[in-house]
């Protein structure tokens, strides 16, 4: 590891796993950010009583998600520079504070990104992406891992083009070309950031600090966790204080806890030694990307699904608000029952048993309260926060990491 003022930075795979004190910070602007993501939503998916339904829920849902998407793929590009390289050096800090600022640029811009904002949140995103390999560049000297920030600097290059000129055109060509540019970014990442004449690089033999990316993610999960109690409890302050409002909101906020148990009983104690293990660590940790940000998008959706509850309990759903109050419970158990094979190698029947019965029983709760549905969501979560834990532990010892990585 290289000293934190100077020297060549150079990769750090056995860094220190805790996360530096500018990481959390970095990690507050997306706090703020995911609950403007969820203030869209809930504006974007048309779920008042009377509002637009059908194609303009899908549309808006979808442009929303966008947005999250980006946010995410700015946090994870940050996340594994500083699993990679040491996060005390000087040029790393300077990659943190220059996302940083970029993210709650992107934040503040959120509610009108397809309209008035969207410059300013393309500018931010291509700032942000941008900047992180040119540094890089910089600051590894010869190191043969220049050769990768080229190319993704290139990529960046070629793609914050489209989100630039997408800023600039009307809603549908710019949600067109900030698709494609997003698409292609992912696709590049997936694939060892190919440029012709530059090759492409082998994910599994990128060095990671495992330990420090599990943290990285396990912190990002309870930044999206932390924004639904956030929702729920600016819902309920913000509407009477009826009997069926404070239901609701008590059945938000054990929803929240049982999510959380969900979630660190036991695949998400143990990720930094199931990263440890595996035999490809950029493997599981580019896996765990994947899983965690299915489990983020619902957590968003739960979110959104907790606001309208809260504000209409006593009103009977449309199809776009169970998808919020059980599709969202339905993402995340789909993300945990990857996570636990990621960890464990294998998936525990609870949680696409009761996945399947959410989503079978939507029929049904279209004719009652959507305090009923939310009251159910919470109900089944919490039949598979209990049903494996204590079976699996019973007369042994805590269950080992067991990647199949």
């Known amino acids: 590891m290289v000293a934190q003022g100077g020297g060549r930075l150079l990769p750090s795979p056995g860094a220190a796993g805790r996360a530096t004190f ?6 507050l602007v997306y706090v703020f950010a995911l609950t403007r993501i969820s203030a869209r939503a809930f504006e974007d998916l048309a779920l008042e009583p009377g509002g637009a339904q059908g194609w303009a829920a899908v549309t808006g849902g979808a442009k929303t998600l966008l947005l999250l998407l980006a ?7 940050t996340a594994w520079t500083t699993s990679r390289y040491d996060p005390h050096h000087f040029w790393l800090q300077c990659i943190v504070i220059t996302a940083l600022v970029a993210s709650m640029v992107m934040g503040v811009a959120i509610p009108r990104a397809f309209s008035d904002t969207a410059l300013m949140f393309a500018v931010a995103y291509v700032v942000a992406q941008v900047s992180r390999p040119l540094i890089l560049l910089l600051a590894l000297g010869r190191h043969p891992y220049r050769r990768l920030k080229v190319r993704m600097a290139v990529v960046f290059t070629a793609t914050g083009t489209l989100w ?8 549908n060509p710019q949600v067109l070309l900030w698709t494609t540019a997003l698409a292609a970014e992912y696709l590049a990442g997936r694939f060892g950031w190919p440029v012709p004449g530059l090759g492409r ?3 599994s033999k990128w060095d990671i600090g495992g330990e420090h990316l599990a943290e990285r993610y396990q912190q990002f999960f309870l930044i999206a966790l932390g924004e639904t109690i956030l929702v729920a409890g600016f819902a309920y302050s913000a509407g009477p204080d009826y009997g069926t409002h404070m239901v609701a909101f008590g059945a938000a906020l054990a929803t929240s806890i049982v999510l959380w148990r969900i979630y660190v009983q036991r695949a998400g104690q143990i990720l930094a030694h199931a990263v440890a293990q595996a035999r490809q660590p950029a493997a599981i940790g580019r896996s765990a990307a994947d899983t965690h940000l299915v489990m983020v ?10 606001e309208l509850v809260i504000e209409h309990p006593l009103d009977r759903p449309e199809v776009a608000w169970l998808a919020m109050v059980l599709g969202g419970p339905v993402l995340f158990l789909a993300g945990r029952a990857r996570f636990e094979y990621e960890v464990f190698g294998r998936v525990s029947p609870s949680r696409w048993i009761v996945a399947l019965v959410l989503l079978g029983s939507i029929p049904v709760l279209l004719h009652a309260a959507s305090l009923v549905a939310s009251a159910v969501a919470a109900v089944l979560l919490a039949t598979v926060a209990v049903a494996d834990a204590p079976r699996r532990a019973r007369g042994g010892p805590p269950e080992p990491a067991a990647p199949p990585f």
């Open 22 to 27: 500018l990481e959390l910070f970095f990690d």
């Open 71 to 77: 946010l995410w793929w700015v946090w994870q590009g």
């Open 164 to 171: 630039i000129v997408g800023a600039l055109l009307p809603t």
């Open 201 to 203: 690089s082998t994910v």
């Open 297 to 306: 998008i619902g957590l968003t959706a739960t979110a959104i699904g907790y």
